[in-house]
């Protein structure tokens, strides 16, 4: 049975009756979401850590084998950790990126666990590399939020550098949301069903020169129609005839409100397709999926922006009333 289960425990780790295993069925994404919930309280991050979420993730994500590619570790059959690595290619360079990311309960940190995780995915990735070769530059990148220094340190020690940071903005509140025109010829409509793909379509070429961009394909996709996510009532899309050339896909997170209490809507997705740039749509859409959200009965917005992004986002945001909160996602990078 062990063999069958691919259960394997790491001599680095001195923490007795530790074991390692793949998922064994769907009863594991419900402790992997009670595993998320005590850390990211512990860490002070907001999460929602639902299972049905967490199942869909990882049974909708391209570039991953579940029963390979995912780690659980537990002491004494109870959950204290995980990793997970998927792989993708960089649209812009071309690099071949094995991403991960993990968690360790706070009541087993400092015992190595973390580290082993860390080298177990690296074993993986270079498991896949030596089976299917090929000239592409490789790279293992790892995310880790501001607030968990020690995760910096330990990717640090194992040889990742930083490569790039993220910044959360929020918007206190949804006053003053300023009206502004859309260009002549260009303007919103509602979204039709017939429009999703489309709307799809036209973000992955607007993100194409984005860092770390890759095509996420059909599986993701068809993922993103059936997420939570998904909320096209309060999407703003710009159009000059029929080319979509704008795009805020808004959402609200109901869960994360209900469980802290707030009424947070996400500005998201925001992007200009490169032949309409620099012409005020995306402030455009900006002001005008502000007002939706407080229509909605959304009382503040967030989003998610690179602090490097080319296009001067975060300038722009700033611009709209957004400021960098204290919370921050750290990308770091080891070639392979």
């Known amino acids: ?42 860490d002070g991050i907001e999460s929602t850590d639902d299972p049905a979420q967490i199942q869909h993730f990882f049974e909708t994500m391209e570039g991953f084998n579940l029963q390979r590619d995912l780690i659980l570790a537990e002491v004494n059959g109870e959950m ?10 960089e649209t812009q360079t071309g690099k071949r990126i094995f991403s991960m990311y993990g968690m360790v309960h706070p009541a087993q940190r400092g015992q190595g666990l973390g580290r082993a995780l860390v080298r177990r995915v690296e074993q993986i990735a270079r498991t896949v590399l030596a089976q299917n070769p090929g000239e592409q530059p ?20 194992e040889g990742f550098t930083l490569e790039r940071i993220f910044y959360r903005m929020i ?33 992955m070429d607007a993100f194409r020169e984005h860092w770390g961009f890759h095509d996420e394909g059909e599986e993701a996709y068809q993922g993103y129609l059936a997420s ?7 999407w703003q899309i710009a159009w000059e005839g029929d080319q979509v050339v704008g795009i805020v896909r808004s959402f609200v997170d109901r869960k994360l409100n209900e469980r802290y209490h707030f009424r947070r809507g996400w500005t998201e997705d925001i992007c200009v397709r ?24 959304m009382d503040h917005a967030a989003l998610g922006v690179d602090a490097e992004n080319a296009s001067g986002a975060l300038r722009i945001y700033e611009s709209m009333g957004y400021r960098v909160d204290g919370s921050q996602d750290i990308a770091l990078r080891k070639a392979l």
């Open 80 to 89: 204290v950790g995980y990793a997970r690595v998927r792989e993708y290619e």
């Open 171 to 203: 918007r206190p509140d949804l006053e003053n949301i300023p009206d502004l025109p859309l260009p002549p010829g260009i303007e919103t409509r509602p979204v039709l069903p017939e429009h999703y793909r489309i709307i799809w379509d036209a973000a």
């Open 228 to 234: 939570d996510e998904f909320q096209p009532e309060l």
């Open 274 to 297: 490169k032949a309409w740039r620099d012409k005020g749509i995306a402030k455009a859409l900006i002001a005008r999926s502000l007002q939706t959200l407080k229509d909605h009965g």
């Open 1 to 42: 049975m062990q063999d069958q289960l691919n259960i394997f425990v790491d001599e680095m780790v001195n923490i007795p009756g530790l074991c390692f295993r793949p998922v064994q069925s769907p009863v594991d994404y419900a402790r992997i979401a009670a595993l998320r919930a005590e850390t990211n309280r512990h």
């Open 138 to 157: 490789a790279y293992l990148d790892a995310f880790v939020n501001s607030y968990s220094a020690n995760a910096q340190d330990l990717f640090q020690q």
